[in-house]
């Protein structure tokens, strides 16, 4: 799995944003995908999941019924739709690869690069 975000931009509150992030690899139909977000000052955190057979989903209470995770296997493409964004979304967002359905970090072992996301007031 080698992943790579994009997506990232400036936003005002309010407006929607959708990251994409793609995987250059072979395997990734077997894997959980996550987007994880770091605010400056801050820690990275969880920010949503996708299981790879049946699709659940999960998120953390901060974006839940504003963010939506989706995949799409045969493109090998996971996606993150953010509606209603809020200056505290502001973060560098990152996708990645685990083997456990999971918003632990440590369990994601394929990261991508990262892709900046500013909302403005």
């Known amino acids: 799995v080698q992943l790579q975000a994009s997506g990232g931009g400036l936003v005002q509150a309010g407006d929607s944003l959708r990251l994409s992030c793609v995987d250059s690899g072979r395997t990734f139909s077997n894997y959980i995908l996550g987007w994880f977000r770091q605010a400056p000052g801050k820690e990275r955190e969880f920010v949503a999941a996708?299981?790879?057979?049946?699709?659940?989903?999960r998120y953390s209470d901060s974006v839940k019924g504003r963010f939506t995770i989706s995949r799409d296997n045969a493109k090998k493409t996971v996606d993150l739709q953010m509606n209603s964004r809020k200056i505290e979304d502001t973060a560098v967002y990152y996708c990645?690869?685990?083997?456990?359905?999971?918003?632990?970090?440590?369990?994601?072992?394929?990261w991508g690069q990262g892709t900046l996301v500013t909302v403005s007031s």
């Open positions: 996708v299981s790879w057979g049946t699709g659940n989903t």
């Open positions: 990645a690869a685990g083997r456990y359905f999971t918003t632990a970090q440590r369990e994601f072992d394929n």
